[in-house]
């Protein structure tokens, strides 16, 4: 079945950095959409991205969708501890339901 | 503003019990879905419903069983449950396809 491939798994940086993640998908998609997701809570969106080449800003976040149409990457700049959490990418292949990189866990040190 | 509202929120279960996890959504979506989260496994679709009466199987359908009898509940049902189905469970919704999903506070399910 489809699959995303989202990368790195896990990232461990101090506060103040810049984190740059990214998912690939074995087919092309039409919409790609970054979710954050905080312990005990269920995934909330960040960006969503609608056109190949497309930019978005959501304040430090940054997230482009791929020209190829296939991949997407999502940027943080200066961290900070509360970007703690879990970032998933995901879209939905062939119009049916959405599908879930299995997720970048970011941890941020003060 | 109850958004996507999932009950119960916590359960235990005995091996081969059965049970059903309610998912309301009060936004008018057509699409709503069920999502098993695992660690290292990211969200996976169990099962999900393009509109009131239809359903259709995700990535890891086997030992669910799903009804949408009416558009703003979708039910999730597990009828012998067994101790790999210990997960959390999320219910999402949306107007279709492509466009932002909500997701609610997911379920704790243990089986023992």
């Known amino acids: 079945g489809q699959q995303l491939n989202q990368s790195p798994q ?17 087919s092309i998609f039409n919409t790609w959409l970054w979710y954050k997701q905080e312990p005990g809570e269920g995934p909330v969106l960040l960006i969503a991205l609608y056109k190949a080449g497309e930019l978005t800003s959501n304040g430090r976040l940054t997230a482009q969708f791929g020209i190829t149409r296939k991949d997407s990457f999502l940027n943080i700049s200066a961290s ?7 970032y998933f990418c995901a879209g939905p292949p062939a119009g049916t339901a959405l599908i879930f990189g299995k997720g970048t866990t970011l941890s941020v040190s003060s | ?11 235990v279960l005995k ?40 359903t259709a199987k995700g990535e890891v359908p086997d030992g669910y069983n799903v009804s949408r009898l009416k558009k703003q509940n979708f ?38």
């Open chain 1, 10 to 26: 896990s990232m461990f940086i101090q506060e103040g950095e810049d984190v740059s993640m990214n998912c690939t998908s074995s």
């Open chain 1, 80 to 86: 900070i501890p509360s970007d703690v959490g879990i």
């Open chain 2, 1 to 11: 503003n109850a958004g996507v509202t999932q009950t119960p929120k916590f359960r």
């Open chain 2, 15 to 54: 091996t081969g019990q059965s049970m059903t996890l309610l998912c309301a959504q009060d936004m008018n979506h057509e699409y709503m879905y069920w999502y098993r989260q695992d660690p290292g496994m990211g969200l996976r679709l169990i099962h999900y419903s393009v509109g009131e009466g239809t």
């Open chain 2, 75 to 112: 039910l999730l049902g597990l009828e012998s449950a067994a101790p790999s189905q210990t997960s959390v469970y999320f219910c999402a919704s949306t107007w279709s396809s492509g466009n932002t999903i909500y997701f609610g506070e997911g379920s704790w399910l243990t089986v023992v």
